[in-house]
């Protein structure tokens, strides 16, 4: 396994004007991570244009450019605009020159569906536009694929209905580490069951707090069960985050891991303790 970050990460940073993304792209380098991954969404200015240059500015830097994440909702009344926007996304990891794309396949809730609300019901709605996708990705030799994110589609046994429904090689999970406790599923099962289809990981940190608590404040949100939790460093909160890699590694993964902090914390004082226990995780794995 090699060590990577999202520019997710300095998000904070980057929306309070102290990064630009080629800061980010530096001091990744700086760091010491042997990679980078770039969230971005359609709020990126200069489009193709600007995509093209950080690719140069991490070609210069000497930094691989591991995945592209951006999002989607497949389940809107103008499916057919959004698989074509989702499609230009795919363009803009050619540019880059990232071997894998990450896109989200609904939104968090089941807006102005008048139908009988249950996942099984939409996965025939999503799924063909989620193939056309991937369809069009492969031509340009992409890989696509969905993380555990969004309440409705985070469930290990509802990704693979998704999965299993698209049908097609060319795309595949996005394990985010974290996020199985916002639908309050035990990690590392939830983890087990989608190993084989891992095409990239997502390094994530939660505190855990029982919903029968009172609420903490600021910085917690809720799962789907009412539990509270809050992003963190890695590697100091209450995922079992080795025991996820490990049942990653024992199932043949051997590729990056990419941190994504969205905790409270100092960024870039968590950002470092973050690598320092993904390096160490990775020479106690093997």
Partial sequence: ??????????????????????DVIEK??????????????????????????????????????????????????????EIARVKEHVDRAVILG????RHDVCGPYYEGYTGVKTFDAIVPIIAPAIREVTDYAATKGIRTMSE???????????????????????????????NFCCADEDPAISVGKLAPLCMHVHCKDMFLRSGMLPDPGRGWGRSRAGNYFRGTIFGHGNIPTFQCLQVLKRNGYDGYISLEFEGIEDTLLAIEIALENMKRYIAQIG
């Fill in 1 to 22: 396994m090699k060590t990577c970050i999202s520019s997710y990460s300095f998000s904070r940073l980057l929306r309070e004007g102290k990064m630009t993304y080629f």
């Fill in 28 to 81: 990744t380098k700086e760091l010491g991570f042997d990679a980078i991954e770039f969230s971005i969404g359609d709020e990126l200015s200069g489009g193709r244009e600007m995509v093209a240059k950080l690719r140069d500015k991490c070609a210069e830097v000497g930094l691989p450019i591991a995945s592209y994440t951006t999002g989607a909702n497949f389940f809107v009344a103008d499916q057919a605009k």
């Fill in 98 to 101: 990232a071997p894998v794309m």
């Fill in 148 to 178: 555990n994110h969004g309440h409705v589609a985070q469930d290990a046994d509802r990704l693979l209905k998704i999965f299993t429904a698209v049908g097609s090689t060319n795309y595949g999970w996005l394990c985010d580490i974290g």
